[in-house]
T-cell receptor
Framework: NAGVMQNPRHLVRRRGQEARLRCSPM?????VYWYRQLPEEGLKFMVY????????ESGMPKERFSAEFPKEGPSILRIQQVVRGDSAAYFC????????????FGPGTRLTVT | KQEVTQIPAALSVPEGENLVLNCSFT??????LQWFRQDPGKGLTSLLL?????REQTSGRLNASLDKSSGRSTLYIAASQPGDSATYLC??????????FGRGTSLIVHP
C-alpha cells in the first residue's frame, strides 16, 4: 500500500512564475490536508479538502494560492506569481476520515523561489 | 485559538538515556493528539495517536500519555539510540479536526 505521494520533490521557480504542487493520498483516503513549513517555523495548516470540495481554507493566503481535489487525479496546490517569501516546504497529508483520524504525511515539496 | 508548545526546543543526550519530551496545549477540547518524527529534509512520520478518551499509547520504546485536564502530553523514549535523532512534533486536533502543531523538539542522541 503506497503512502502519500507528492511531486515534484523539489521545485525551483523565478519570481512571478506559477508553482503547481501535486499530492496523491493513500489508497482509500478521501481527505487531504496541505501544510506549509517555513524555515525556523512550525508546520502551519493551509487547507483541508475532500473529493471535489474545499472544507476549510482558513490557513490559505487570500491571494495567489488555490487548491483543488478533483474527482479523479491528485490534489493540486497552485501558487500564482510566486514571491521569495513563498519559499518553503509544502506537505500534504491524508486520512480516511476527519474525526479523530490519524494523518499520514507525504515527503513534501521544497519550493525555492529565485 | 489553540496554541501548542513543546519543551525543550532542543535536547542532546548520550545513548542509552530515557527521555521525556513535553507538549502542552491551551484548549483542552481536543479530539486527539498525535506525535510525529521528522528527519532533516524529510516528511513527517506518525509515531503515536492518542484519542481524547485514551490516557496513553505505546509502540516499542515509545510511550505517549495524554492529560486533557492539564493540557499536557508527554512522549517517553526508553533507552535512546543514535537513530532516534530527529525532530519530534506534537499536534492537537480540536473541533475543526485541523491539527495545530508545536514547533518541535530537536533531539540528538550521541554514541
Amino acid at each position: 500500500n503506497a503512502g502519500v505521494m507528492q511531486n515534484p520533490r523539489h521545485l525551483v521557480r523565478r519570481r512571478g512564475q506559477e508553482a503547481r504542487l501535486r499530492c496523491s493520498p493513500m489508497k482509500g483516503h478521501s481527505h487531504v490536508y496541505w501544510y506549509r513549513q517555513l524555515p525556523e517555523e512550525g508546520l502551519k495548516f493551509m487547507v483541508y479538502l475532500q473529493k471535489e470540495n474545499i472544507i476549510d481554507e482558513s490557513g490559505m493566503p487570500k491571494e495567489r494560492f488555490s487548491a483543488e481535489f478533483p474527482k479523479e487525479g491528485p490534489s493540486i496546490l497552485r501558487i500564482q506569481q510566486v514571491v521569495r517569501g513563498d519559499s518553503a516546504a509544502y506537505f500534504c497529508a491524508s486520512s480516511d476520515s476527519p474525526s479523530g483520524a490519524e494523518q499520514y504525511f507525504g515527503p513534501g515539496t521544497r519550493l525555492t523561489v529565485t | 485559538k489553540q496554541e501548542v508548545t513543546q519543551i525543550p526546543a532542543a535536547l542532546s543526550v548520550p545513548e542509552g538515556e530515557n527521555l521525556v519530551l513535553n507538549c502542552s496545549f491551551t484548549d483542552s477540547a481536543i479530539y486527539n493528539l498525535q506525535w510525529f518524527r521528522q528527519d532533516p529534509g524529510k516528511g513527517l512520520t506518525s509515531l503515536l495517536l492518542i484519542q481524547s478518551s485514551q490516557r496513553e499509547q505505546t509502540s516499542g520504546r515509545l510511550n505517549a500519555s495524554l492529560d486533557k485536564s492539564s493540557g499536557r502530553s508527554t512522549l517517553y523514549i526508553a533507552a535512546s539510540q543514535p537513530g532516534d535523532s530527529a525532530t519530534y512534533l506534537c499536534a492537537a486536533s480540536g473541533g475543526s479536526y485541523i491539527p495545530t502543531f508545536g514547533r518541535g523538539t530537536s533531539l540528538i542522541v550521541h554514541p
